[in-house]
């Protein structure tokens, strides 16, 4: 399948399976960037550190519950997170996950 094809295929995913009325963004960007990357096992998530976000991405483009994520920052992978910067992955985890 062409990178095309599967950009087309999770921003139908999105939209198909996700209410525009559900809360996504706050408190919640980690288990959505989860459902992605379960749905999608090529993307990766990755942690914006200013805006305090997860996204995920296929190496080409990044996306949340909006769709597509237009990038102002350097984006951290979820990988270096937890295997340069244990403490702060840890730390996300604990306000993300619990």
């Known amino acids: 399948m062409s990178k095309f094809s599967d950009y087309i295929d999770i921003l139908e995913f999105i939209e198909r399976r996700f209410k525009k009325d559900c809360d996504w963004l706050n408190g919640n960007c980690y288990y959505f960037a989860i459902i992605l990357k379960e749905r999608f096992p090529n993307l990766n998530i990755f942690y914006m550190p200013i805006r305090g976000h997860f996204v995920v991405s296929d ?3 990044y ?5 597509t994520v237009d990038m102002d920052e350097d984006p951290l992978s979820l990988d270096y997170l937890e295997n340069e ?4 992955y840890s730390r996300l985890m604990a306000d993300c996950r619990d």
């Not at 996306?63 to 769709?67: A, E, I, M, S, W």
């Not at 910067?85 to 702060?88: A, G, I, N, S, T």
């Open 63 to 67: 996306y949340d519950f909006t769709g």
């Open 59 to 61: 190496g080409e483009h």
């Open 85 to 88: 910067e244990p403490m702060w």
